[in-house]
């Protein structure tokens, strides 16, 4: 797939979203405000919910509803209709993706990463499991079905294109992961900015948030959140053994 079809008709009276999925939509929203009520995690979700569980919960509904009409208006998918499931495509990325984040923080990387992130990473496996795959769950709902897509639409408009490019697209996955790692990483960080960590920086976090965004892309967003999550199934027990 080189580029993005882009459906006709206007955002808000574009087709409707097909009987699949949006039973995977209604999975998707229930489990993102179910944990929107439990905690927050993301920096600007936080400060735009001002502490209510009520407006989180009703927040993340929004984006992940905005989301949804903005993929389907852009010719992305939820489930995907490849040859392979989403679920098998999910947990082969997540495997890789583990192994990948494992042989930067513990090997080539390993004095790179935060003191405080690294006493984190060193608390009971279970409460690391919990914290992780709560936060990527709904971190992917905010950047890869919501901010994704709708930069995807909004560019397409602003181009007057019915189809993106393919370099056009990996860039605007590059500047949602951007927006989320600016926010949420690089701006409470303690260390001064330099090439070494940019670099670092670029590998550990904008490479997996644009290879979640490229699953989205090719096999639907279900397999990106698929994978998202459950790396951690295989990445904290990683960590629990290298570090």
């Known amino acids: 797939m080189s580029s993005v079809s882009l459906s006709r008709g206007s955002f808000l009276a574009g087709p409707a979203i097909p ?3 949006r039973q995977a939509l209604g999975v998707i ?3 993102a405000m179910a ?12 400060a735009a919910t001002l502490g ?3 407006l989180r919960a009703a927040l993340i509904a929004l984006l992940a509803l905005v989301g949804a009409r903005c993929a389907l208006a852009s010719g992305l998918s939820l489930t995907g209709t490849g040859r392979y499931p989403s ?5 082969a990325a997540a ?13 080539l990387y390993c004095g790179a990463i935060d003191t405080g992130y690294a006493a984190f990473l060193h608390l009971p496996l279970p409460y690391r499991l919990e ?4 936060r990527a769950f709904n971190e992917n709902v905010i950047y890869r079905l919501f901010v994704f897509p709708a930069l995807v639409w909004l560019t397409s408009r602003a181009m007057g294109l019915r189809a993106l490019p393919t370099g056009i697209m990996i860039a605007l996955m590059v500047l949602a992961q951007a927006l989320n790692i600016g926010m949420n990483v690089m701006a409470g960080s303690d260390h001064p900015l330099t090439p070494a960590l940019l670099a670092y920086d670029f590998l550990r976090y904008i490479v997996p948030g644009v290879s979640w965004a490229m699953l989205f892309w090719r096999f639907g967003f ?3 959140e698929v994978a998202s999550v459950g790396c951690h199934l295989f990445l904290q027990p990683g960590f629990s053994y290298f570090l």
């Open 19 to 21: 009987a699949g999925q």
């Open 29 to 31: 929203l229930a489990t």
């Open 35 to 46: 944990i929107a009520v439990v905690a927050p995690f993301d920096v600007a979700f936080t």
């Open 52 to 54: 209510s569980p009520f």
């Open 87 to 91: 679920l098998l495509i999910g947990i």
């Open 95 to 107: 495997a890789a993706m583990a192994a990948y984040v494992l042989s930067l923080d513990c090997w």
């Open 131 to 134: 914290y992780f795959m709560l």
């Open 222 to 224: 279900v397999s990106a």
